[in-house]
Structures are given as C-alpha cells and as structure tokens.
C-alpha cells in the first residue's frame, strides 16, 4: 500500500485521463486525488453527492522578482512660474456688474476689457458675462456716428482693487497708451461692506413664513410695534439726525403752521434706518413758489458749493426737466397739492442729501398732511442711493424701490391709527414719464395677478413698464410682510448684499432664510389679499390692533 500510494503522488499529470475532470463535476471514490496541468483535484463530498473540488497548484514555482537599481534622478532646476496673465479675486461668490462711464465705442470693431493694476502691472480680469449697451446720453450718436456704446461686465472683483477699462479699436476716449490703444480713468473700489445683521423682529404675533397668509390681519400690527420698537432701539446710535439742517419760508409756515410735522417724522426715520449709511449733510428745505428766489439765496447759504437743490426745484416746477408737458412728476402749478423730491449732491452723493418741498395754499388738509409723510418716502429713496451709491440702483427690484419708501412713510407715524390712515394700497398704472395715470377700478386681487407682478418686477428697473407704480401698493405691502417677519432693518439688508455684487435671489436667501421662489408664492397670495382688503369697507378696521 505504501508504495502504491507513492507512486500515485509521483505520477505525471499527462499520464492521467483527467480532461474529463473539472470543479463541481461528479466523481466515485471520496478523498481520491487526480493531477491534470499542475492542479490536483479531490474528490470530495458536497451534500449527499461526491464532487471534483477547485483543485490545488503544484509543481510550479513563481519565480522572485528581480531587483533592478534604481538610478538616483539627475536634480533639475526649478521650473520658473510664469507671471500671471489675468486677475482672480479671491471672492469668487460676488458677482459685480459694471459699466464703463467713458469709452464711446462702435461694438462692430471694438475689444473692451477691465483690467486690475497688481504690483505696478494691469492684469486683466476674465468676465463671467459682457457686452454693449448703448448710450445716447453719453455718446450722443450725431457727434460721434457708430461710436455710441459704452462696455459692461459681470466680473469676480474683490473690494479695495483699482481697475480700469482698456479699449481696442474704434473708441473716443481721452487717454491712450504708446500702442494707440484707449483706457479710462482708474477707480479703486470700496472695502468689503461689512453687512447689517437685521435686529430679529420684535413683537408677540410670532408671524412666519408658514403662518403669516392665514394671518394678513395681524401683519399690520407686528410691522408697526416692530417700527416703533426699532426706533426706540436705535435712538441713541449715530444717525443723520447729528448732520440734519432744515428751512420752512415763513410763506410754507403760514400756509401750514404744522409743517415742522414732516421734518419730525424724518427724524423718527432716521432712528429705523441708524445702522444704514447717510450722507454727511441732510437738508429738508420747505417754501412756496412766490418765495423760490428767496429760498434759492438761502440755499446757497446753506450749501453753496453745488447747486443740486436748486436745480431739483426747477425739475418740480417743469422749468429744467426733460419730462414731457402733463407729466405728474412735475408741478407747474398748485392744482395737485404739494409736491417734493429727494436729490443728492450730484459731485459726490456721499457729502450731501436733501429733500426740497413746495407747499401750496389748499383747502383739503389732507394734503399736508400727505406731504408730512412723504418727507421720510423721500429719505427713503436718499438711503436707497446712499446704500447702491445711486448707479447701481437699477439692480434693486422694482417692487422693493418704492415699496420700501412707503412702508417708511408710514411706519415713521407716531400712532397705529394714523399709519393705517397713510397705507396706499389702491393699485394704478402710469407710464414711465409720468403720462397716462389710470386708477384701478377692480376691488378683488388673485394670486395669479400678483405672482406674475412679483416675476416681472423682480429685478426690473423702475419707471421702464406702466406697471412701475403698482409697487406703491404691491411693494408696500410685500415690504410691510417682510417685516413682520424679518424686522424693520431686513429689506435694507438685502439691498446692501445686492449692492456689494451678490444677486437678488442669493441675497433674499441670506437674510430671510428661505428661498425666493417660495417666499414669492407666499407674497402673492399675502399681498392679494391686503389689496382686496384695502378696497373693502372694512379696510381700517380689519386689522389687529397692537
């Protein structure tokens, strides 16, 4: 036995018919070993059945690698870096849209492209979007032909940089390089803006996104006690009341003994919107027609180095505007009550603002007190400029532009009573020059009216649509929900984050927490309804008293 079992394990393999032997195949005599091609099979048990089992390698060895020398590398010098070609800003979140003041081009056969002086070099910036707009006023057409365009990018730029525009091509400009090639003035812009973190709203309605259109009569009441609260707040911080200057004509005294009324109301405005910039002069000037030459020498007193006021009171008047004759923008006479505007000082709207008023002799006392209020409307719009530094206003969404403003005309009110009697939410429509007023006749408002307002005037420049002035209704009221539940320093917040680059529908985001196109859906249905409500016979008393 002993040497059959010898023999056995020393036989070779190819003296074995054990081709018809593979894995999982049937076989007769348990624990019996078969060689086939350096592999051994056994017959195993697997279950009730006897089977070839996977089999097992002999025979072959795997030969050791063989060691080679590796050859130390030969050192190299280090690659030089090349010097950087274009800009990369390290905020590649913020988008800036911006628009070239000088450079009349014809976009045909002309390059335009914003450059970044790094180290003494100007390195260009790669833009995310660019283009042409055309640009009568600047490049008046019959001077300059084709040359009648002014360039634009949405670039990544990060603050305190100096940039310029560089031309090619056919362009008017005043500077030129050793290559004939054109470049603007260079500007630097403005450290990072350090973003106002809204105060949360203070009130006990506890009004959400979830809850606020089941609750539109309590938005009122939370919008007004988070006002007042506000202001109280605030009282005490740096405001534009420390840099305020006003003049009544004794004509505009006589007329309305109570006309200090809307400088006060300014006042109260400044404590809501302390955290937000003004400019370093605020002047609230207030006369009559027959007294303009009066109050024009007295202007120049006040601030004799531009002459802004006095010009915005030829605009009001219709003798220095390009308005068309009719417009309402403009007042030729008293036939519409009082009327005023809010202006900057066209050199530098940082050092100055100022709202100019023309009071008329009326009956109705009403409109006085009207003009009152729209003393800090028009603060309101100073702030807009002061915040988006007047050119890049056309980023604001329409609705938020006077929306704004006449939810500050009426929070700045002293009682509830009063700021429910100044609320205008009765919808019109006007053409952009002031032409074609048409008071709206409907007394019920949906949904889908409202969000296909909301989509078109989300980021739409103002004055362009006859639709423009219903977001003196619908922006009011949009703006009075935000408050109720953001707080009264929340909309500003989200015009400042426009304004430093972001875009509206990220800077919505940032500071309510939800999304645009759901806090929309939202609105529509809110504002719907407290436009319905304003043409009810319950519009005064509807509403929840604080």
Not at 319 to 328: A, D, F, I, K, M
Not at 370 to 394: F, M
Request: glycine fraction near 6%.
């Amino acid at each position: 036995m002993l040497f059959f079992a010898l023999a056995f394990t020393l036989i070779p393999t190819s003296a074995v018919s054990a081709p018809n032997v593979s894995p999982g195949t049937p076989c007769k005599v348990l624990s019996q070993k078969v060689g086939y091609l350096n592999i051994v099979y056994t017959c195993v048990k697997s279950g009730k059945k006897l089977v070839w089992s996977k089999g097992v390698a002999f025979g072959i060895q795997t030969p050791s690698p063989t060691r080679t020398q590796t050859p130390a590398p030969t050192p190299t010098a280090s690659p030089t870096v090349p010097e950087p070609s274009t800009y990369v800003a390290k905020d590649q979140k913020t988008v800036r849209h911006l628009k070239a003041s000088e450079g009349c081009a014809n976009p045909a056969n002309s390059t335009a492209e914003l450059q970044v002086l790094v180290d003494g070099k100007w390195l260009a910036i790669k833009p995310i979007k660019a283009g042409w707009t055309l640009a009568s006023s600047a490049c008046p057409v019959a001077q300059l032909g084709k040359k009648d365009s002014l360039a634009w990018e949405d670039v990544y730029l990060d603050g305190d940089v100096t940039f310029r525009w560089y031309f090619t091509g056919e362009v008017n400009i005043f500077h030129h390089d050793n290559r004939g090639n054109g470049y603007s003035e260079s500007q630097t812009l403005p450290p990072p803006t350090s973003f106002v973190i809204p105060h949360p709203v203070e009130n006990t309605y506890r009004i959400t996104w979830q809850n606020i259109a089941s609750r539109v009569k309590d938005i009122s009441a939370a919008a007004y006690s988070d006002a007042q609260a506000t202001i109280a707040r605030n009282q005490e911080l740096p405001s534009a009341a420390a840099v305020f200057t006003t003049y009544i004509s004794p004509g505009a005294a006589q007329i309305y003994p109570q006309a200090e009324n809307g400088p006060n109301l300014m006042r109260r405005t400044f404590s809501l919107f302390a955290k937000y910039p003004h400019a370093k002069q605020v002047f609230y000037v207030a006369t009559t027609m027959e007294e303009i030459q009066q109050t024009y020498a007295k202007i120049d007193a006040l601030y004799p180095s531009s002459p802004f006021m006095k010009n915005t009171y030829d605009g009001l008047y219709g003798t220095n505007t390009n308005l068309p004759e009719g417009s309402v923008y403009t007042h030729a006479k008293c036939e519409g009550g009082d009327s005023g505007r809010n202006t900057s000082d066209w050199k530098n709207m940082m050092l100055a603002s100022a709202i100019v008023w023309n009071f008329c002799d009326r009956k109705n006392p009403r409109d006085h007190i009207e003009s009152d209020h729209g003393a800090p409307h028009e603060h309101t719009h100073n702030v807009q400029a002061q915040i988006y530094d007047r050119k890049q206003l056309e980023l604001q969404p329409c609705w938020m532009k006077e929306g704004e403003a006449e939810w500050a005309q009426t929070a700045a009110s002293p009682s509830f009573t009063e700021y429910l009697d100044l609320q205008h939410f009765h919808p019109y429509y006007l053409s952009s020059t002031g032409l074609n007023y048409k008071q709206l006749t409907q007394t019920t408002y949906t949904i889908s009216e409202l969000d296909e307002y909301f989509k078109e005037a989300v980021v739409m420049p103002c004055n362009t649509t006859p639709r423009q002035a219903m977001s003196y209704s619908a922006g009011a009221a949009a703006i009075e929900a935000l408050v109720a539940i953001g707080g009264s320093e929340s909309f500003f917040a989200v015009d400042q984050r426009i304004a430093s680059g972001i875009n509206f529908v990220d800077a919505f985001k940032d500071v309510y927490a939800v999304s645009w196109d759901y806090a929309e859906e939202i609105l529509a249905d809110v504002v719907a309804q407290k436009l319905t409500f304003a043409q009810s016979k319950d519009a005064l008393t509807y509403q929840t008293r604080p």
